[in-house]
């Protein structure tokens, strides 16, 4: 079916959903925030429901027509690049809280539903979830999920597919499946791991690869009584990932609602360039941050446990860094932007990968190579601590008018550095697709249930290699 006849036909089969097909409309249905190439889908829905979606994405297929879904577009991996045309379902119409129900702990929400808003939905309720990331308040709940987002939370809840109690997911077929307890008409949701196999997570990650998300079930948690951070400088790697193994260990994550690891050279650029006129007797080689959630009491005492256990690895408290830099980034969620600002370029490549804490000296190692490989680039290394191991994000910033191109061979080759590193890709979308297809067996499966529920390869072909 030709572009135009299968535009017409599927605009005939979902009337009364919003369609867009101007080119200008589409320019901004071309790309997240990463360095991946754009895509050029021929239309673009947002559509008002589930029903919609699963119209939309029964229409595509009749048609045989790719299907990709995009959310707030804040995520850089790629996932919601439409490189091979077809059909994008925005998600921004679908934005209400399906339910809440403070006696089972949990929310339902649409996926388009931004975090900032629902935040403030929970907030008089003196509830919140477990995940909001960094972008929390451009960022939207399904492709947090489709994508399998971190941030506040990490250290304390791990990751955001750990805050999901079950989901529903419209298959390429056009079927709404739920899962979870909600998989059993008249329970709904309360429970993840019952019935069977554990159906969720086959979308969390998944970037729309095997169903388009349309509710997402979180659990609720009471809000923290007191927040408060702190910094610790410590000599080097090394001695942070000991540091960090060693908090793990003794579970002394119970209200570390969110911490991360920053290597010297970010902290002293992130610190001058804040507080240009700030003088600091001695730098350390790298610095882990803590944002702390609870009472009071329970702060002060996990403050002080943690400070001793930096000091058994040669370190100290750090304010300057929190004061310059970490407090606004977990206090105003747009500070993470400015990140360019700092280095007068206009876009920042982020790399994301899991590690032990063991593997941390390694991994800052791996990007110091980067740096002396690619000097043109200002690259920066930071991890994200959970309740074991860590997420290790490499940062790269550029001028994306001039330097695009370069940056995207700069950023395979930090891929395939990590990997060799004994690193493993994270949050993957088409950005880390050579590393997972190379992982054979785990490939190999991935395909197996691709053909399964979307024979014909129409669910966001390219994302996790799959289609490519």
């Known amino acids: ?88 379902i925005d998600m921004a119409g679908m934005a209400r809280v399906l339910e809440l129900d403070l006696a089972r702990g949990i929310v339902v929400v649409e996926p388009g539903i931004r975090f900032a808003e629902l935040l403030e939905v929970l907030a008089p309720h003196g509830q919140t979830v477990g995940i909001v990331p960094l972008t929390g308040p451009a960022a939207t709940v399904g492709g947090a999920v489709a994508a399998h987002a971190l941030g506040t939370g990490s250290a304390r ?57 349309t509710a997402v079930c979180l659990w609720l948690y009471p809000a923290p009584a007191a927040r408060a951070s702190f910094c610790l400088g410590l000599p080097d790697a090394a001695a942070a990932g000991r540091f960090l193994a060693a ?15 920053y290597e010297g050279a970010a902290v002293r650029a992130r610190v001058t360039a804040a507080q240009p006129a700030r003088t600091v007797a001695a730098w350390p080689g790298f610095c882990v941050a803590f944002d702390l959630g609870g009472a ?59 590690l032990p804490c063991d593997r941390l000296a390694v991994f800052c190692a791996a990007v110091e190579e980067q740096r002396k490989r690619w000097p043109a680039f200002v690259w920066g290394a930071a991890s994200v601590v959970c309740r074991r191991g860590l997420h290790g994000g490499v940062l790269a910033f550029y001028d994306e008018r001039h330097e695009w191109e370069t940056m995207r061979q700069a950023i395979a080759g930090a891929a395939d550095a990590l990997v060799a590193a004994g690193c493993v890709p994270y949050k993957s979308g088409k950005l880390w ?11 190999q499966v991935l395909e197996a249930i691709k053909r399964g529920l979307d024979p014909q390869g129409l669910l966001s072909p390219g994302n996790l290699g799959l289609g490519a």
């Open 433 to 443: 697709a050579p590393q997972v297809r190379a992982c054979t067996e785990y490939f």
């Open 296 to 354: 009071p009491g329970e702060i002060d005492a996990d403050r002080a446990r943690l400070a001793a256990l930096a000091g058994e690895e040669g370190g100290d408290e750090f304010a300057a860094f929190d004061e310059a830099y970490f407090r606004k980034l977990r206090y105003d969620e747009t500070y993470w932007y400015s990140f360019a600002g700092y280095f007068g370029r206009s876009r920042c490549a982020i790399l994301m990968s899991s």
């Open 247 to 261: 908090v793990q260990g003794c579970e002394l994550t119970r209200n570390v609602w969110y911490a991360a690891g």
């Open 157 to 213: 809840h791990q990751s955001m597919g750990d805050c999901v109690a079950g989901l529903e997911a419209v298959l390429a077929d056009g079927t709404r499946l739920r899962t979870g307890s909600a998989a059993c008409h008249g329970a709904g949701f309360f429970q993840r791991y019952c019935i069977g196999p554990d159906l969720t997570g086959l979308f969390l990650g998944s970037d729309a690869t095997f169903g388009v998300v």
């Open 1 to 88: 079916m030709s572009g135009a006849d299968w535009v017409q036909a599927l605009a005939g089969a979902v009337g009364g959903v919003a369609l867009f097909d101007d080119p200008i409309d589409l320019l901004s249905y071309q790309r997240d925030c990463s360095v991946v190439p754009p895509g050029g889908a021929a239309l673009a829905a947002r559509p008002a429901n589930a029903e919609e979606v699963a119209a939309l994405v029964a229409a595509a297929a009749r048609a045989r027509q790719p299907v990709y879904v995009r959310g707030g577009g804040t995520m850089y991996a790629g996932g919601a690049n439409p490189h091979a045309g077809g059909l994008v």
